[in-house]
T-cell receptor, first 118, second 112 residues
Framework: EAGVAQSPRYKIIEKRQSVAFWCNPI?????LYWYQQILGQGPKLLIQ????????DSQLPKDRFSAERLKGVDSTLKIQPAKLEDSAVYLC????????????????FGPGTRLTVL | GNSVTQMEGPVTLSEEAFLTINCTYT??????LFWYVQYPGEGLQLLLK?????DKGSNKGFEATYRKETTSFHLEKGSVQVSDSAVYFC???????????FGAGTRLAVHP
């Protein structure tokens, strides 16, 4: 079974430029997540989709970040304009369902995109 | 709010030593608990999970027991190998939407 695919793996941009990341989840997984992992910290959820609808985007900086999941499969995360503090690894994950709490559904992570903003 | 606290690293051990990485949590309701591992240059991989109190998750010689009374989920392994060198993240999922809350991670370095 193919895992979560992400591209590009690395990206270097100047501040105020724009950048986009792509994610293809595991086939059949209804739920897709984007996390931001700053160096030395644990990942932090930016946005969560159930099929092509947004379930949670409470920690997404909406003035500069946007994300979409067309047709409930692939997803794109965009930053425009980028700031120095956006330097991080952006992780995409997927799970079969959105069940949390005691039914915590396993999330499978892609390799991530390392973004450096100069 | 929900949170996870892990022991700070790095943890440096000799091969075949006993490993414990402490993890405590704060959560409402009935969270599920996870350990993820990140090997150098790779993405996060699920190591083990437990979904209710007193459950023990295990995989690849690693174990962790969900202790509700102490709100803990400590990771243990009886004999570590050089190949276990990685960053280990404790995480919880609480509430209806399966959002993961991660600890800061603990780097483990195992020397021959």
């Amino acid at each position: 079974e193919a895992g979560v695919a992400q591209s590009p793996r690395y990206k270097i941009i100047e501040k105020r430029q724009s950048v986009a990341f792509w994610c293809n989840p595991i086939s059949g997984h209804a739920t897709l997540y984007w996390y931001q992992q700053i160096l030395g910290q644990g990942p932090k959820l930016l946005i969560q989709f159930q099929n092509n609808g947004v379930v949670d985007d409470s920690q997404l900086p909406k003035d500069r970040f946007s994300a979409e999941r067309l047709k409930g499969v692939d997803s794109t995360l965009k930053i425009q304009p980028a700031k120095l503090e956006d330097s991080a690894v952006y992780l995409c994950a997927s799970s079969l369902r959105t069940s949390g709490g005691r039914y915590g559904d396993t999330q499978y992570f892609g390799p991530g995109t390392r973004l450096t903003v100069l | 709010g929900n949170s996870v606290t892990q022991m700070e690293g790095p943890v440096t051990l000799s091969e075949e030593a006993f490993l414990t990485i402490n993890c405590t949590y704060t959560a409402t309701g009935y969270p599920s608990l996870f350990w993820y591992v990140q090997y150098p240059g790779e993405g996060l991989q699920l190591l083990l999970k437990a979904t209710k109190a007193d459950d023990k998750g295990s995989n690849k010689g690693f174990e962790a027991t969900y202790r509700k009374e102490t709100t803990s989920f400590h990771l243990e392994k009886g004999s570590v190998q050089v190949s276990d060198s990685a960053v280990y993240f404790c995480a919880l999922s609480s509430g209806g939407y399966n959002k993961l809350i991660f600890g800061a991670g603990t780097r483990l370095a195992v020397h021959p």
